[in-house]
């Protein structure tokens, strides 16, 4: 097998993919888990447990949830095709839509226990100097989680990249759309097509190992001492 | 002027109780609030600058209503002019000394003014990381000094500091109170502390002011005649024949005392002299 026959646009797919759903789970998370953190409500334990659920259930189940959701009955499928024209399942925007759901705990998570651990008396001293809520948030708390962010995008991340069944099951495999790398591994595997499968699976590996340890390097500099 | 009146509902460790104060203090002014822990003197200060919400009360600045539970009107603390000074400091730690104090006000004349008094413009471009406690308070004074408040807040500022540095900052506290015009709070269970700084003094205890007046009144009891007394702690007491010799620490210095059955190691006693005139010598101190 020629490495220049093969097709690279999973790859594509998968680090487009990756980096949309981190970034729109940055904008996400940050407000969820800045209230999940600092507010008591009502229905808080309701909501923790409700965002936490990704992580038990197998992704079959998640998928077949929200290929439901975003099928051509679901209401979300509905609204999104008079929107945009197109249906949202097996399209690259409701691969988007489903990983933000699967990979959600992955970056609220860290992102709670980050702005826990910014001692509270550092925000209110912020307060008292006649700081408002939204300035103490980016220049007080955030500045002082930032290994906890790090942590929360290189999980989502990683957590979105290596995703498979969720993928599978709300976008199919079709090429140039939905067809991620982590599922042209399993069709390449499929059809005993034991060469691709390797340069696929190890320019993943490389990958991933290398973003990790630029991740990791990256938080170790940020550490803030107290 | 400042007025306070304001009640709220605590959880102490011994079991619930209520902060109840009234009290005015005028400009200028240099209030000490003493008393053990656990009995609502930081909670006072909080309720005074925003940062905890009292059940029910009137606080009033300078003819501003920053509290009053009858109008439901309640000031965050930002729109209140105060300076809080935290005991553990609270400094910024990803801001380096100088942007710590203009993180609240950009004015570069008053930073470098206000870090040469407090003998820490050397300390500009350093992390807090790299500070010492003492140093570390110095800042924390300092931005809490460039807003120019209404009000300075210290909530036991030089616990955590050792000996030494908690007397050369108490000096500079009372300094920059003075130059500053400042009106000031203090929470302090240091009986020296508070002599050395305040005019005033509220003893509280659970939750209430049981005595109020010049450190003079609250620490000097009347009941003995001579001038000379301190208060000691008793940490030994030894038989000597028909008497009991108890050593007794005066901050830090001991004496050995005769002392009858009543006193047990452990009491607080006040140490006094009477029917001669104590004579007084300069000394150096090392």
């Known amino acids: 097998m020629d490495i220049s026959n093969i097709d690279w646009i999973p ?3 998968s680090l487009k993919l990756a980096v949309m759903t981190t970034v729109i789970l940055v904008f996400i998370g940050i407000p969820v888990a800045y209230f999940l953190s600092y507010k008591n409500f009502k229905f808080k334990t309701f909501l923790e447990a409700l965002f936490s659920l990704p992580l038990i259930l197998p992704p079959t189940v998640l998928g077949f949830y ?7 009955n679901g209401w979300l499928g ?5 929107l945009a024209g197109h249906q949202l399942a097996f399209h690259f925007e409701g691969l988007v839509f ?4 699967f990979s959600f705990p992955f970056m609220v998570y860290p992102l709670i226990s980050g702005f826990k651990s910014v001692p509270k008396n550092i925000i209110e001293a912020s307060y008292t100097l006649g700081k408002s809520k939204v300035e103490t948030l980016f220049k007080v708390i955030l500045p002082n989680m930032k290994p906890a962010i790090l942590t929360g995008i290189t999980l989502s991340f990683a957590h979105t990249i290596g995703e498979f069944g969720v993928v599978l099951m709300v976008g199919g495999s079709i090429d140039g759309q939905t067809k991620v790398v982590s599922i042209a591994i399993y069709e390449a595997v499929e059809q005993l097509d034991y060469s691709t499968a390797h340069i696929y699976s190890i320019v993943l590996v490389v990958f991933s190992f290398l973003t990790l340890l630029i991740l990791y390097l990256l938080n170790k500099k940020f550490e803030v001492k107290i | 002027m400042i007025k306070v009146n304001v009640k709220k509902k605590l959880k102490g460790y ?3 109780f209520t902060l109840d104060v009234d009290f005015e203090l005028e400009k200028g002014k240099f ?8 009995h609502g003197k930081t909670t006072l200060l909080r309720i005074i600058a925003g940062l905890e919400k009292p059940d029910e009360g009137y606080i009033e600045f300078n003819g501003k209503v920053y509290f009053d539970s009858n109008k439901k009107i309640n000031l965050p603390p930002q729109k209140r002019n105060v300076g809080f000074v935290f005991q553990d400091f609270a400094l910024f730690p990803n801001m380096t000394v100088y942007e710590n104090l203009a993180f609240v006000n950009r004015n570069e004349r008053n930073i470098n003014e206000i870090l040469k008094k407090l003998e820490i413009y050397e300390l500009k471009d350093r992390y807090p990381s790299t500070l010492s406690g003492g140093q570390k308070q110095r800042v924390a004074l300092g931005r809490a000094l460039i807003r120019n408040p209404e009000i300075l807040l210290l909530d036991e500022p030089l616990s955590a500091l050792d000996e030494s540095i908690r007397l050369k900052l108490q000096d500079e506290i009372k300094k920059l109170h003075n130059e500053y015009g400042l009106t000031s709070i203090l929470v302090s269970h240091d009986k020296k502390e508070v002599f050395k700084l305040a005019d005033r003094v509220f003893v509280l205890e ?7 007046g010049t450190p003079r009144d609250i620490f000097i009891e009347k009941d003995i005649s001579g001038k000379f007394s301190f208060y000691g702690q008793v940490i030994d007491i030894r038989p000597a024949g028909i008497v009991n010799i108890a050593t007794i620490d005066i901050n830090d210095n001991l004496v050995e005392v005769v002392v009858g059955n009543d006193v047990k190691i452990g009491d607080s006693v006040l140490v006094g002299v009477k029917g001669f005139n104590p004579v007084v010598k300069v000394i150096s101190l090392l």
């Not at chain 2, 209030?31 to 656990?38: E, P, Q, R, Y």
């Open chain 1, 11 to 13: 790859f594509w797919l």
């Open chain 1, 66 to 72: 929200l290929l439901l959701l975003m099928g051509k």
């Open chain 1, 78 to 82: 509905k609204i999104w095709e008079k």
């Open chain 1, 98 to 101: 489903a990983s933000i759901v």
């Open chain 2, 14 to 16: 011994k079991g619930d």
């Open chain 2, 31 to 38: 209030l000490s609030v003493f008393g053990k822990s656990g």
């Open chain 2, 206 to 212: 659970n939750g209430k002011i049981i005595k109020q």
